[in-house]
């Protein structure tokens, strides 16, 4: 399971990705026991391990090694789903500006996906710098090519997205 809250103060909501391969939004309002459920995915086929959630694009990793896309959370169907590893998918991420997803997962490869068109091949891949499954990626809050990566062995990446080659750390 993997969760995600948006906002702050009075109503917020809540993203959870469930091992029956369904996300849900959970509203959860001022009083700690105040939770309705506002949206329900489609059941997606593959238990859902990894989620990310930036303005209306949700995404979900599955250990099938997919990658699913909501858009706007109406839909219970996702506008988009691709292979995007040989393994489990652990993480994903929607870089800042939303028009970028990357991804890692259990094959130790970390992948870019441009959202703007169907993700049918990544715009960069890394399998060389990840010696052990990618286990989280976080974007930089202001330079969207900047994000650090976690892996399995505990260790900690920064990559640019412009030179994939070599981690800047």
Not at 78 to 92: F, G, K, N
Request: proline share 5%.
């Amino acid at each position: 399971m993997s969760l995600v809250v948006q906002g702050c103060s009075g109503e917020s909501t809540l993203a959870v990705c469930l091992a029956d391969g369904t996300i849900r939004l959970l509203t959860i309002g001022p009083e700690e026991t105040d939770f309705s459920q506002r949206w329900t995915s489609k059941a997606v086929g593959s238990v859902l391990m990894a989620l990310d959630w930036r303005g209306e694009q949700l995404c979900a990793g599955g250990v099938d090694g997919r990658v699913w896309c909501w858009l706007g959370a109406q839909d219970p169907e996702p506008q988009s789903v691709w292979m995007a590893h040989d393994l489990e998918c652990w993480t994903c991420a929607i870089a800042p500006s939303a028009t970028c997803l990357w991804s890692g997962g259990d094959d130790a490869a970390l992948k870019g996906w441009d959202l703007r068109c169907a993700p049918t091949s990544p715009i960069f891949s890394n399998c060389k710098t990840h010696e052990a499954g990618v286990v989280h990626i976080s974007f930089h809050p202001r330079k969207e090519h900047l994000a650090a990566t976690g892996r399995y062995d505990e260790r900690l990446r920064l990559g640019d997205a412009r030179s994939m080659g070599k981690p800047l750390v």
